[in-house]
């Protein structure tokens, strides 16, 4: 029974370990400095590079940073802080209901209340998109994260006769900091893979980003631009925007593990 | 200074200072508050501003776009059933692959194996859950669908070609190709849940078991596994919830064919997909409803599935973590 | 004008479980006052209701009136808050905060309350630690955290910071229950050493640490005050049997 669940384990991981192969034998070729620094060439001429969609997609993750996380962390110390009963257990579920919410549905959501008004897709409205995917998740971390921190921080602090909001401020947010910087990075991870959302409100863009109320480039939407094209080196460009997507999601994922190594010495 | 005139003194110094302190506490919770209901404001957008959208179609067309399978955009007529059935198939042909290799996997790593060997397992499972939909996608297409069509069908067809689910032209890309491709998205979440559920069973249970001389199999059989039951059932439906939404990696390998067919070789679509291939294209407001009516019926179906899921894992060891992508 | 802190009539409630019942007792100014009992008998939620932090806990509440220099702490308008700069707490377990350096710790009530002069901050933080018997140790460590100092060390950095706000009263909840009996010792004499300047309520389950330190003793039993007087008195003529029992070791 033992050799069957470890044999479950290794096929759980074993798609990884072929996905990386595939992708560095096919895309590793392609990945140079053209890619980082060329805007894409049109159909039939060879070469370029996928710069407009790296930065793209670096300006709807800051985007959609700057939306979600306020609102996701001060959600997040409401939970913490709140002596309801009721309203923090509805915003907990409503908060995990909406992280299963299929991206491609938050993705009609954002079409819905910018694209529609506005009358035009934008880099704006994949911001939001991306920002409503990052705000449960931010949320709930916080939530977690805060409540790791002793109660006896929070009353030491109380007693030297500081108001709630200067203790949570001061002492309970930062204690709580390198667990609530894992969450944001857990978040950056997730959004900067989505292509979903992205579809119909950020669009897609062949050439610099101008404004943010017009359509923008990113790197999943161009690898599945290129990966549906009949072209071979259009192919080619997808493996290599693969890896360099795989490889910003990694590390940003890395780095989140090495973060909550340092929750725990700074909580206990 | 008589101590009467000393309590009104510092009393009414207390009582100004209150007013401008207060404040600052009153303004924190009221943000905090603010944020935290702006999720609730959130959902309830998504649902009237998408009700809204799809309400041409659902006009036009009642209750029987859920069950006529006409997609039709030139003559504007739209029933969802090839989508609800590729949806439908797809994740269950996913579950049935991916749930007894996710659960194996979370027993694995809970309690059977080595100790040191948990953290980079565990490490590996998510990151394969943290792996983009579209690169997997891009494998589907260009490793998976051939190595299919190639190998796996041909060899299924000459075996089991008796049974109605595997006849038809290898074609690679199809409901097969999407089932596969979404075991292998869902089954890291199905392990890191299920994980964490098992993790949540409280040592007792297992000591008791071992008391009564059971080896190590038995006691996760008998005390975890019973223990942890609606939990692991949760884990399976968040898996499920997943699958049913997931967009861009199905979109790519599943051939994007609105029919219904009982063939795992045949080509098919989803509600998810028809939504990601079709809505740019989608000029009249009719056939943006109808595509939006899917994305409303797919985000009812998501959260129902997800609520359950919520609840049940919650009712294991209230302290089980949620997990992310 | 100094007349220290009268509580009459507090009682104390979480939820339903009523934990206080009709406290009534004057504590001396400058003084040291000790209140001992068994587990459970309400002697910690006792000194919280002095600064008003019993009411942090979610369901507990408060009656009664707590007079401190003459001013009710529970009236109406009075923001616990003002209470709490007024009168330090120091807690059972160390509680530096982590994410700070030693001399940032100490500086924390004065800084968080809006002071940003820095040769006002390096004065105050001196003089605290000075006070608390902690400069010396210290001095040469004030940027490193808090908690990388020895746990009596700890303890007397949390009075330090209790310290710096210059509170007229000061709190002390089983402050030595975690420390070694030298820790404990430095502690006892920086009691002594601190009621020269300030009111000092101290909760104890150690009998020998409240004759040693304090003028007055309090005896809670069951969420009453059972006997109040002085010290020596309370010791070795308990007036009440309960206490007499207690003190010789019957129950608790």
């Known amino acids: 029974m033992s050799a069957l669940t470890a044999g479950s384990a290794l096929a759980v991981v074993l798609p990884l370990i072929l996905l990386f192969g595939f992708l560095l034998h096919q895309g590793a070729s392609a990945v140079n400095v053209d890619f980082f620094t060329r805007l894409p060439k049109p159909v039939g001429e060879a070469g370029g590079g996928m710069a407009n969609a790296i930065v793209g997609s670096l300006i709807l993750i800051a985007l959609a940073g700057a939306l979600g996380l306020p609102l996701g962390i001060l959600g997040g110390v409401y939970l913490t802080e709140s002596r309801d009963r009721r309203l923090p257990w509805l915003i907990r579920f409503v908060a995990d209901v909406l992280n299963g919410v299929p991206s491609i549905v938050i993705g009609i959501f954002a079409y819905t209340v910018v694209v529609l008004p506005m009358r035009r897709f934008s880099a704006l409205a994949g911001g939001v998109a991306l920002a409503v995917i990052m705000l449960p998740i931010v949320l709930r971390t916080t939530e977690e994260m805060m409540r790791l921190v002793p109660a006896s921080l929070r009353e030491a602090a109380l007693a030297l006769g500081l108001p709630e909001w200067k203790v949570i401020l001061r002492v309970v947010l930062p204690t709580a900091r390198a667990g609530i910087i894992t969450g944001v990075m857990v978040a950056i991870a997730r959004v900067a893979g989505e292509t979903a959302p992205l579809l119909f409100t950020a669009f897609g863009n062949r050439f610099w980003h101008q404004r943010l109320d017009q359509p923008i480039a990113a790197l999943p939407l161009q690898i599945f631009a290129y990966a549906i094209a009949p072209y071979d080196d259009w192919h080619r460009q997808a493996w290599a925007g693969a890896l360099v997507l795989i490889a910003l999601v990694f590390l940003v994922s890395l780095a989140a593990r090495i973060a909550t190594r340092g929750r725990y010495s700074a909580v206990r | ?226 223990y942890g039951k609606s939990g692991l059932i949760g884990a399976v439906l968040l898996g499920l919830g997943r699958a049913l939404g997931e967009t861009m990696a199905v979109t790519m390998v599943i051939g994007n064919r609105p029919e219904v067919a009982i063939s795992l070789f045949a080509p098919g679509y989803t509600m998810a997909s028809v939504i990601a291939n079709e809505f740019t294209e989608a000029t009249s407001d009719l056939y943006l409803g109808a595509l939006i009516e899917i994305g409303l019926l797919l985000f009812a179906v998501t959260v129902i599935v997800n609520a359950l899921a919520r609840l049940l894992v919650w009712s294991v060891g209230g302290a089980v973590k949620q997990v992310r992508e | 004008m100094a007349d220290g802190i009268l509580v009459k009539d507090l009682n104390a409630w979480f939820g339903t479980l009523h934990v206080l019942r009709d406290i009534g007792l004057a504590i001396a100014p400058k003084a040291v006052t000790a209140i001992i009992g068994p587990s459970g008998c309400g002697k910690s939620t006792f000194i919280r209701c002095l600064n008003r932090m019993h009411e942090v806990v979610p369901s507990a509440r408060v009656s009664g009136t707590v007079l401190v220099e003459g001013a009710n702490l529970y009236a109406p308008g009075v923001d616990p808050v003002e209470v709490r700069r007024k009168i330090g707490m120091v807690f059972q377990r160390a509680n530096p905060f982590p994410t700070m350096s030693a001399f940032d710790n100490v500086a924390a009530g004065l800084r968080l309350a809006g002071m940003r002069n820095r040769a006002v901050l390096n004065d105050a933080v001196e003089r605290a630690l000075t006070h608390a018997a902690l400069w010396d140790e210290v001095k040469d460590r004030l940027d490193k955290p808090g908690s990388s100092l020895s746990g009596g060390q700890q303890q007397r950095l949390c009075i330090a910071r209790a310290l710096a706000v210059e509170p007229e009263v000061m709190l002390m909840d089983e402050p030595c229950s975690a420390l070694d009996p030298i820790a404990t010792a430095k502690i006892e004499e920086l009691i002594l050493e601190l009621r020269k300047d300030l009111t000092i309520v101290i909760v104890t389950h150690n009998m020998q640490q409240a004759a040693r330190v304090s003028e007055a003793t309090g005896f809670f039993l069951l969420g009453e005050l059972v006997e109040f007087g002085v010290t020596r008195e309370l010791f070795t003529n308990p007036r009440d049997k309960r206490t007499e029992d207690y003190i010789t070791g019957r129950f608790g």
Do not use: C
Request: hydrophobic content about 60%; glycine content about 10%; cysteine-free.
């Open chain 2, 1 to 226: 200074m008589t101590t009467a005139a000393a309590s009104r003194s510092l009393s009414s110094a207390v009582v100004s200072a209150r007013a401008r302190r207060g404040w600052g506490d009153r303004l924190f919770r009221g943000l905090a508050r603010g944020a935290a209901l702006s999720l609730i404001l959130l959902v309830t957008a998504m649902i009237i501003g998408m009700a809204g959208a799809a309400m041409p179609s659902f006009r036009a067309f009642g209750w029987r776009f859920l069950y006529t399978s006409t997609w039709d955009p030139v003559a504007e007529t739209f029933g969802a059933l090839p989508f609800v059935y590729g949806t439908l198939v797809s994740s269950l042909l996913a579950l049935v692959i991916a749930v007894p290799l996710g659960l194996g996997a979370a027993i694995f790593l809970a309690e059977l194996a080595p100790v040191w060997i948990r953290p980079p397992i565990t490490f590996l499972v998510e990151l394969v859950a943290a792996v983009p939909s579209v690169v997997f996608g891009l494998w589907g297409i260009f490793v998976l669908a051939p190595w299919l069509r190639n190998w796996v069908q041909p060899a299924l067809g000459a075996s089991l070609g008796f049974l109605p689910l595997f006849q038809g032209p290898p074609y690679g890309v199809g409901m097969l190709a999407a089932g596969i491709i979404l075991a292998i998205m869902i089954v890291p979440f199905i392990t890191a849940v299920s994980r964490e559920v098992l993790l949540a069973v409280p040592n007792t249970q297992r000591e008791a078991a071992l008391g009564l001389g059971a080896t190590r199999w038995e006691t996760t059989r008998i005390a975890v596994l019973r």
